[in-house]
């Protein structure tokens, strides 16, 4: 009985892998491409580089946050580094002639300026949040609220196309 409960054990370990010889190792090496870090130090060309709202309100309510997620993507085929800051990629609102917000004003030292590395192909999306309410480059506190009305959003990065979205504030 003990005899055939070993054999019996010995038997299963061989049929379900179980052996004293080491795993094979892996015989293909990582292409160059694979083993390539991209290097941070490479800025990305305006001319790969594009610009899209992926998401944003039709319709807010006066004094209601407003959020946009705005994607950067790289089209080139090498990566490269973009500063994604808020005094790189602008985003601004403005009712006809009317400036009304600016993501530049008042920008903390953190927010200013953010280095990201992008891939080819890769895009960078981040939600920006306009708090419903004036700024102007002096952080004046105060300022008279937005009235109902059309307003026009747009996102700029130097030398790259201009993305507009507009909206309404009811």
């Keep these: 009985m003990v005899l055939a409960l070993v054999l019996i054990i010995f038997f299963a370990g061989r049929v379900f892998g179980s052996s004293d010889e080491p795993d094979p190792k ?3 090496e990582p292409t160059s491409e694979e083993t390539k870090t991209p290097s941070p130090d490479e800025s990305c060309d305006p001319k790969n580089i594009s610009i899209a709202l992926n998401a944003g309100p039709n319709s807010i309510e006066s ?4 959020a946009f997620d705005i994607a950067v993507t ?3 085929s090498d990566a490269c580094t973009i500063d994604l800051g808020d005094k790189s990629r602008v985003l601004t609102i403005t009712s006809g002639s009317d400036r009304i917000w600016s993501s530049q004003d008042c920008a903390t030292e953190e927010e200013a300026s953010r280095l990201v590395l992008l891939r080819p192909g890769s895009a960078n999306v981040a939600t920006v949040v306009w ?3 004036r700024s102007d480059k002096q952080c004046t506190s105060d300022l008279p609220s937005p009235r109902s009305g059309t307003y026009k959003l747009e996102i700029k990065m130097k030398d790259v ?3 507009e979205h507009r909206f309404n504030i009811t």
């Design 26 to 28: 892996p015989t293909a």
């Design 161 to 163: 196309d201009v993305v």
């Design 74 to 76: 790289n089209n080139g």
């Design 131 to 133: 708090d419903g309410q």
């Design 63 to 66: 004094g209601e946050d407003a």
